[in-house]
């Protein structure tokens, strides 16, 4: 059975700062994996996809790599903005077409 | 291009009572999944919708069921509402119903079961 943690829970930062999250699953044998963003009471923006063959995929500041054989994920924001302040999900699509995501990280970036 | 949109945004139901969410999946996708998000958690999978058959399924009781339409819209029902089943309901649309389409989500519907 597929399950994905991300640690931290939560996160506080300085504006400006870099940072990392984290995603584990623990079976490899994953399709892709997704990193999302979530408002307070929002639904769900799509950041980052990255397929099962790819090690890594860049929007602007946020740079997410993937590494199966270990099972992690991680996603990198530069330069952190106040308005970077949400909860970030990541997600695994794994077999029998069953998207399984983790708790999320909750971060705050203090102006 | 139009995003996934959901309706009702909110809604208030007493348990026992049944219950339709509906969403619309975004231009150009065939393919839609149904998540459920407890306060403070992540979503949980329910299913999955691809040609109007349901094709990947969580470990929901089978009071939880949908339906795709032929232009790719979809509902989810639940019957006989539990308190436990409070949560915001959240769909999204990919293509292809394969297992490498990127989600896009809806803004998701808010139930309240007293």
């Known amino acids: 059975k597929q399950e994905v943690t991300q640690i931290p829970a939560a996160l506080s930062v300085p504006e400006g700062e870099n940072l990392v999250l984290n995603c584990s699953f623990t079976d490899s044998a994953i399709y892709n994996l997704q990193w999302f963003r979530q408002d307070p009471g929002k639904g769900l923006t799509s950041l980052l996809l990255i397929q099962s063959s790819q090690r890594e995929q860049t929007s602007g500041r946020l740079n997410a790599s993937l590494d199966k054989s270990s099972g992690r994920s991680t996603l990198y924001i530069a330069a952190s903005q106040p308005g970077d302040s949400a909860t970030y999900l990541c997600a695994a699509l794994t077999g029998g077409f069953k998207t399984i995501f983790g708790a999320g990280t909750r971060l705050f970036v203090k102006a | 291009e139009t995003g996934v949109t959901q309706s009702p945004t909110h809604l208030i139901k007493t348990r026992g009572q049944q219950v339709t969410l509906r969403c619309s999946s975004q231009?150009?996708?065939?393919?839609v999944s149904w998540y459920q998000q407890a306060l403070g958690q992540g979503p949980q999978f329910i299913f999955q919708y691809y040609r109007e058959e349901e094709n990947g399924r969580g470990n929901f009781p089978p009071r939880f069921s949908g339906l795709q339409f032929p232009n790719y819209s979809s509902e989810l029902n639940v019957n006989a509402l539990e308190l436990d089943d409070s949560a915001l309901y959240l769909c999204?649309?990919?293509?292809?119903?394969?297992?490498?389409?990127?989600?896009?989500f809806g803004e998701g519907s808010r139930l309240t079961v007293l």
């Open positions: 231009s150009g996708h065939n393919t």
């Open positions: 999204a649309s990919s293509w292809g119903g394969t297992n490498t389409g990127e989600l896009f």
